[in-house]
């Protein structure tokens, strides 16, 4: 079975679909749990919907050759500065309170009121919305299941890399 040459395209298939359903679960949290996302939980679903991409465009394009490299490195890449961000956002939830960085304003605010490109320093940093741990689930926060998400979809474009290196055309 590891050897079938449609296991990266059924790979990159269940990626995708991983991603979708992560994304799901985070809209379903969102509107039906009503747990509203700070900025780095935003930030977070940008990269889960980046790898998805990418493993939609690979698994549509079906690459040949070096190409077999590309997307799982990109989509590997993708998924290490979304871990990041996840530890940094697991990181906020373990400072105490007196330690905590103060709220911030709204995202519409600040970008109605500063620079794009400053608006997203301080979205990408995180502030005390993001410290307030306001869900659990066998002892991890959202952010937590997010960065195990992340090392999951970061092996799976590792072992799908593995396998670019012993492929022949």
């Known amino acids: ?3 079938s040459p449609k296991l990266p395209r059924h790979c990159y298939l269940v990626i995708w679909l991983g991603a979708a359903a992560l994304i799901a679960i985070a809209l ?9 996302p700070c900025a780095l939980c935003m930030t977070q679903r940008v990269f889960v ?4 991409l990418v ?3 690979a698994w549509l394009h079906q ?3 070096k190409g077999r490299q590309v997307y799982p490195i990109l989509g590997m890449v993708l998924a290490v500065i979304g871990g990041g961000f996840s ?3 697991i990181w906020l939830q373990s400072l105490p309170e007196d330690l905590a960085p103060a709220c911030g304003p709204s995202l519409g605010y600040l970008l109605d009121t500063v620079p794009f490109m400053e608006a997203m320093v301080v979205l990408l940093q995180g ?3 993001c410290a307030e741990s306001v869900w659990s689930f066998l002892g991890l926060t959202i952010p937590g299941w997010t960065l195990v998400a992340f090392i999951g979809l970061f092996s799976m474009n590792g072992f799908l890399l593995a396998r670019s290196f012993k492929q022949t055309d």
Do not use: C, E, T, W
């Not at 379903?28 to 509203?36: N, P």
């Open 28 to 36: 379903f949290m969102q509107y039906q749990m009503d747990l509203i």
């Open 55 to 57: 493993a939609l465009a």
């Open 49 to 52: 919907i980046a790898v998805g």
């Open 127 to 129: 502030d005390g919305n």
């Open 63 to 65: 690459p040949k050759g």
């Open 1 to 3: 079975m590891l050897d």
């Open 87 to 89: 530890s940094r956002h």
